[in-house]
């Protein structure tokens, strides 16, 4: 099994930025590509953005631009660095990581609050 842990979310003011920390423990050699995905309230989570145990990315047209996403294998732990944060990008974010047998996003973190306060 794969556990993930989110962490570094909180409460920032429109314009600031805010660094996402994704660390992976358990049976690592069982991750491929990982993404950040997102949940606003009332609203369907929703992709952000992904990169490849390569370090490939790929991006929501949403936050392009703005957000960076990261992957640091030695330390098994992916980052997404946030700036120009907008109020719509209040959220609860969630890190993700693909099967390498199934291809499926099978593990998922308990996800962390960013809120952007205008």
């Known amino acids: 099994q794969v556990q993930l842990v989110e962490s570094g979310g909180g409460l920032v003011q429109a314009g600031g930025s805010l660094r996402l920390s994704c660390a992976a423990s358990?049976?690592?050699?069982?991750?491929?590509?990982m993404s950040w995905y997102r949940q606003a309230p009332g609203k369907q989570r929703e992709w952000v953005a992904a990169?490849?145990?390569?370090?490939?990315?790929n991006y929501a047209d949403s936050v392009k631009r703005r957000f960076t996403i990261s992957r640091d294998n030695a330390a098994n732990t992916m980052y997404m660095q946030m700036n120009s944060l907008k109020p719509e990008d209040t959220a609860v974010y969630y890190c993700?990581?693909?099967?390498?047998?199934?291809?499926?996003?099978?593990?998922w973190g308990q996800g962390t609050q960013v809120t952007v306060s205008s």
């Open positions: 990169v490849t145990r390569g370090g490939r990315t």
């Open positions: 358990g049976s690592i050699i069982r991750i491929t590509d």
């Open positions: 993700a990581a693909r099967d390498i047998r199934t291809a499926d996003y099978a593990y």
